[in-house]
C-alpha cells in the first residue's frame, strides 16, 4: 500500500507562484509513475502532469506547459508541481497519483494510477 499526502495549496493572486509536494509513505516511490491530476468545481478531472520512474521524462496538459514543472526527490519519497504564472483558470483541488510498476513509462490517464491523495485546494485570484 501506499499513502500520498498533498501539501503546498493556497489562495493566491494571478501571477504567483506555489509548489506543491506529494509525501508517500508505506512504499517508496522509486517504483512507479507519478502524476498530478486537478478538479475545478463542476468539470472532470484533468490530467496535469507525470513523470516517469526514473524521473527522466515528464509530460505535461498543453495549458500549463511552460508555466509548471513536475520533478521527484526519490530519497526524500516526494513529488513536486511547481506552477508558476498562476492563472485564474488553474484554480482547481490537485490530487497526485501513483502507480506502482517497474515501466518507465507516462500515463495521462486516471485509471492507470492506483494510489491518490486526498488533494489540495489551489486557489488563484484575478
Known amino acids: 500500500q501506499v499513502q500520498l499526502v498533498e501539501s503546498g495549496g493556497g489562495l493566491v493572486q494571478a501571477g504567483d507562484s506555489l509548489r506543491l509536494s506529494c509525501a508517500a509513505s508505506?512504499?517508496?516511490?522509486?517504483?512507479?509513475?507519478m502524476g498530478w491530476f486537478r478538479q475545478a468545481p463542476g468539470k472532470e478531472r484533468e490530467f496535469v502532469a507525470a513523470i516517469s520512474r526514473s524521473g527522466s521524462t515528464t509530460f505535461y496538459v498543453d495549458s500549463v506547459k511552460g508555466r509548471f514543472t513536475i520533478f521527484r526527490v526519490n530519497a526524500k519519497n516526494t513529488v513536486y508541481l511547481q506552477m508558476n504564472s498562476l492563472k485564474p483558470k488553474d484554480t482547481a483541488v490537485y490530487s497526485c497519483?501513483?502507480?506502482?510498476?517497474?515501466?518507465?513509462?507516462?500515463?495521462?490517464?486516471?485509471?492507470?494510477?492506483?494510489?491518490w491523495g486526498q488533494g489540495t485546494q489551489v486557489t488563484v485570484s484575478s
Open positions: 497519483a501513483a502507480r506502482m510498476d517497474s515501466a518507465d513509462a507516462i500515463y495521462t490517464r486516471a485509471y492507470a494510477y492506483a494510489y
Open positions: 508505506g512504499r517508496t516511490l522509486t517504483g512507479g509513475t
